[in-house]
């Protein structure tokens, strides 16, 4: 059986009006156009709606019971509208972001409370990890979008959208040599003991290869998971750190510094990683629109993140 939205319309304007002319007004149809509509409804139903004379109109008794079930499923219908176009002008719902550990403790706070602002109904769910699990988490469908660097290699079906470069650095204690410089050559880590992020994260594996490509030799090489960790320990004196703008200490700490790291520079590429086949809710997309534009107002002059 093939009944329209407009066919219930039809009728439920029949019933209340008592007259095709005024119904077919009040659902901005012609009066032929309404007639069929209620001749064609009826032989779908098998059954006879309305009794019909040159000069009036009645509902019959079946076709009260039909209308006061029209006008539920109408009403139910236009209600899910209502509640659909509130979804996507409010961008109410829910969102999981899957993130590297070393950008989310500095973009996520801007991110988090430009949304809040913009859109008080999104909420949004942070997981911090390493780029690996961050890739995995968005292949799966376990996270919306991933917020990372740029993968090695792109999977199939998979997307990364730069929007950022994040230039390496060199962080040590004030009173270390380097210190006195004012930029530093890779060649000249050669010897110092280093503390890195885990040989998971894609910024290791980065620094791992130029260190090898200029045949550096540390006297140490210390990977932790968390850049907290690597912080700590900077501060503790225990090592020297090569670290991307994002991931360095607040500017003016009072006992680490950072130098730009030259011979060559280098950087990271910073951006959103999403599926080519997934479709963005409207949170999602609301809140995809906030990091796209917290990254790209991230300072592109590397020197504007150097301070003594």
Request: aromatic share 6%; hydrophobic share 45%.
């Amino acid at each position: 059986m093939n009944v329209s939205l407009r066919q219930l319309r039809a009728a439920v304007g029949v019933a209340q009006h008592g007259s095709f002319r005024r119904a077919a007004e009040a659902v901005h149809l012609s009066q032929p156009a309404l007639s069929l509509a209620i001749s064609e409804l009826e032989d779908a139903l098998g059954v006879t709606l309305f009794d019909r004379t040159s000069r009036s109109v009645a509902v019959t008794e079946v076709g009260a019971f039909f209308v006061q079930g029209a006008i539920r499923v109408l009403s139910d219908f236009d209600q899910l509208l209502h509640d659909v176009s509130d979804v996507a002008q409010s961008r109410r719902g829910e969102v999981v972001v899957s993130c590297v550990s070393s950008i989310a403790g500095r973009i996520m706070p801007m991110a988090l409370q430009n949304c809040a602002e913009r859109y008080p109904q999104v909420d949004v769910t942070v997981h911090d990890d390493v780029a690996q699990q961050v890739l995995l988490a968005v292949r799966t469908r376990e996270a919306d979008f991933g917020i990372t660097i740029a993968p090695g290699e792109l999977a199939e079906g998979m997307v990364f959208e730069p929007l950022h470069e994040d230039r390496f650095h060199l962080v040590c204690q004030r009173n270390h040599p380097l210190a006195k410089r004012r930029w530093v050559a890779w060649s000249e880590i050669d010897g110092e003991s280093l503390i890195s992020l885990s040989t998971n994260s894609g910024t290791h594996q980065m620094i791992h290869d130029e260190l090898v490509r200029q045949n550096i030799q540390t006297a140490r090489r210390t990977p932790v998971s968390h850049l907290s960790t690597v912080h700590g320990m900077l501060e503790a004196g225990f090592g020297v750190a090569i670290l991307p703008v994002i991931a360095l200490p607040v500017p003016g700490h009072p006992t680490l510094l950072t130098l730009p790291l030259v011979q060559p520079e280098m950087s990271r590429s910073i951006g959103v990683y999403y599926r080519r086949d997934r479709s963005f809710s409207p949170a999602a997309k609301a809140f995809l629109d906030v990091v796209r534009s917290v990254l790209r107002s991230l300072p592109t002059d590397p020197a504007s993140a150097v301070k003594r």
